[in-house]
C-alpha cells in the first residue's frame, strides 16, 4: 500500500572523529523514504533549490520512490545542515544551519498523493504539517515526527497536531522536554494522553520505546560494531516502520511490534556508512536475514 512523506530533503555536511563528507545526500524524508522503500511504494514530497543535484533525484527513482511532490524553487538554494559528531558517536554538534528554500515550503500535495492511506509528517512545523494534514482526509494511519525546536516554539500548534494524528514519533530527550518528564514511562503515556493512540521513543544506541494502550515494551537497538555516521539513524527507523505498517496494510499490535524491529534494522544498516550509501548496497534480503538474527538474539 503506497505510502507518503512529507518532510526536508537537505544536503549535509558531516564530520565525525576519523572523516568528513561535504555536501552529502541528507534530509529527514531522504532517508524515511529510502529505509521504506524496501517494503513499500514510497510517494515523497518535499522542496529544493537550483543547486539540487539531478543525480540524486535520479537515485530516490531507481529505489522506485515517487518524487513527483519534490518542488524545485528557481534560483532558490537547498536546505543545508553541517554537523559534527562526538568520539562517543552519539552527541553531535550543528556548527551550521541553513533553511534556505525549506523556510518557505508551504506544500501542495499532488493529487495521488492526497489519496495515501498511509502517511507520515517527518520532522517540520507543527502548522506545516496539519496543512498537510488536511489534504488527506482519507489517510488510515497518521504517524508524525517532531523536534526540540518546535516543542519550544510552537507548543499549541504541536499539542494540536497531536490530538489529530495516529502515532508520535520522537527522541528521548525530545519526550523529556514535551513533557517536563524524566522518566520515559511516565512521558511516554502523557504523550499518548494528549491524543495519539501509539508513541514511540527512540533511544539512540539503546533500541526504542512502545506505548499503547494496552501495552508498553522497550526493543534493543541491533549491536552494530561499525559505527560511522548516526546521521538519518532515526529517520530511517520510521522509514523501516512505516514502510512494513504500509507493506501489511494494517496496524494491529503484532505488526507494530515486527514494524519497530524492522525500523531498528533500517537505522542499523544507514549508520554504517555516511548519507545513504550503506542502505544502496543491500536488499530486503539482507534486511529479512538480519531480522532472523534480531529474532534469535530476543529470544530465550
Request: charged residues 25%.
Amino acid at each position: 500500500m503506497p505510502l507518503c512523506v512529507v518532510g526536508s530533503v537537505a544536503l549535509d555536511s558531516v564530520e565525525t572523529p576519523t572523516e568528513r563528507r561535504d555536501n552529502v545526500l541528507g534530509g529527514s524524508a531522504v532517508f524515511f523514504s529510502y529505509a521504506a522503500s524496501y517494503f513499500t511504494g514510497v510517494r515523497l514530497a518535499s522542496v529544493v533549490g537550483e543547486d539540487w543535484p539531478r543525480e540524486y533525484t535520479e537515485m530516490l527513482q531507481a529505489r522506485g520512490i515517487d518524487t513527483a511532490g519534490l518542488q524545485t524553487v528557481p534560483g532558490g538554494k537547498t536546505f543545508h545542515w553541517r554537523g559534527k559528531y562526538q568520539r562517543n558517536m552519539n552527541d553531535r554538534e550543528t556548527l551550521e544551519l541553513q533553511l534556505n528554500v525549506l523556510a518557505d515550503f508551504k506544500p501542495e500535495l499532488p493529487e495521488v498523493y492526497r489519496r495515501s492511506k498511509f502517511l507520515f509528517l517527518a520532522n517540520g512545523s507543527p502548522a506545516q504539517q496539519i496543512s498537510v494534514l488536511d489534504q488527506c482526509p482519507g489517510a488510515s494511519l497518521v504517524v508524525a515526527d517532531t523536534m526540540d525546536y518546535y516543542i519550544r516554539t510552537e507548543p499549541e500548534a504541536l499539542r494540536a497536531l497531536l490530538r489529530r494524528i495516529d502515532g508520535l514519533v520522537l527522541n528521548d530527550s525530545e519526550a523529556r522536554l514535551l513533557t517536563g518528564d524524566d522518566n520515559l514511562v511516565l512521558a511516554g503515556n502523557a504523550i499518548r494522553a494528549i491524543g495519539p493512540s501509539f508513541v514511540v521513543i527512540k533511544k539512540g544506541e539503546h533500541g526504542a520505546m512502545f506505548f499503547s494502550k494496552h501495552e508498553t515494551y522497550v526493543l534493543p537497538a541491533y549491536p552494530t560494531p561499525n559505527v560511522v555516521d548516526p546521521t538519518g539513524a532515526g529517520d530511517s527507523f520510521a522509514g523501516g516502520m512505516m514502510g512494513y505498517l504500509a507493506q501489511c496494510g494494517n496496524f494491529e499490535p503484532k505488526t507494530l511490534k515486527e514494524a519497530m524491529a524492522y525500523g531498528t534494522l533500517a537505522a542499523s544498516f544507514t549508520v554504517e556508512d555516511f548519507s545513504l550509501d550503506r542502505l544502496r548496497k543491500i536488499e530486503r534480503e539482507d534486511l529479512d536475514r538480519r531480522m532472523e538474527e534480531y529474532r534469535r538474539m530476543l529470544t530465550f
